[in-house]
């Protein structure tokens, strides 16, 4: 069974950075496609950005373009989400998900086949 663990999550700033990381066991991660996705409060969960099972290929949400920057890192089944500039919007709880299809780009939630519970983030203005 897959589990995903996000951490890295808390109160920051605006204007300020966190890292989040998802950790990923009982699988194979190089064969994942992995995602990060959002939910604010009152709002539906978006797509923040996604990376390729290779790493070669990174996909981002326009809120998120030029200023976060997902990557992965195989030799720790682990994938982490740098976020820069932050603002009080981005305020949400961050999720992360992993897609095992063949043609998968872990841009939709509902098309992963293994997701996390989430880690808060809270930016002050």
């Known amino acids: 069974q897959v589990r995903l663990v996000e951490s890295g999550g808390g109160l920051v700033q605006a204007g300020g950075s966190l890292r989040l990381s998802c950790s990923v066991s009982?699988?194979?991660?190089?064969?994942?496609?992995m995602g990060w996705f959002r939910q604010a409060p009152g709002k539906e969960r978006e797509f923040v950005a996604s990376?390729?099972?290779?790493?070669?290929?990174?996909y981002y949400e326009r809120f998120a373009e030029g200023r976060w920057t997902i990557s992965r890192d195989d030799a720790k089944n682990t994938v982490f989400l740098q976020m820069n500039s932050l603002k009080p919007e981005d305020t949400a709880v961050y999720y992360c998900?992993?897609?095992?299809?063949?043609?998968?780009?872990?841009?939709?939630?509902?098309?992963?086949?293994?997701w996390g519970q989430g880690t808060q983030v809270t930016v002050s203005s």
């Open positions: 998900a992993a897609d095992d299809r063949p043609l998968g780009r872990a841009t939709v939630w509902a098309r992963c086949t293994s």
């Open positions: 009982g699988g194979t991660f190089n064969m994942y496609a």
């Open positions: 990376i390729s099972r290779s790493g070669d290929r990174a």
